[in-house]
């Protein structure tokens, strides 16, 4: 059973070493270094978190706090930066995704006698 774990630390190193994975860790670090972009990423994820608790909570929103959401959510897909941390989030999970599929094939194949 080592070798299997030795195997899969093998491949989280090859996942390391990927590019879509370096894109994802750089474009984030770029994000946490940018005051601005985190700031407008927090006012955003706190307007959506609000509306959310009241939709969970059947209270009304108000037209000001749906505007306020609106207006960060275009903000945020606008952000040249936060696009990029998107696409590269995206490109990272495509490989996951199809490594997930290549083991669930091999593991679904008949035993080989």
Do not use: C, G, W
């Not at 879509?20 to 860790?25: A, I, L, M, N, T």
């Not at 509306?51 to 306020?68: G, M, N, T, V």
């Not at 696009?83 to 495509?94: C, P, S, T, V």
């Amino acid at each position: 059973m080592s070798e299997v774990y030795k195997k899969a630390e093998e491949l989280a190193d090859l996942i390391l070493e990927s590019d879509p994975y370096k894109e994802v860790r750089q474009t984030q670090e770029l994000v946490n270094d940018n005051a601005e972009v985190k700031k407008l990423v927090n006012a955003f994820n706190a307007a959506a978190a609000k509306i959310a608790e009241k939709e969970k909570s059947r209270q009304p929103i108000e037209p000001e706090e749906k505007q306020e959401f609106l207006r960060l959510r275009e903000e945020v897909q606008a952000h040249e930066l936060l696009k990029k941390l998107l696409a590269a989030q995206a490109d990272y999970a495509m490989m996951m995704n199809r490594i997930h599929s290549i083991l669930q094939s091999r593991l679904e194949q008949p035993a080989e006698e």
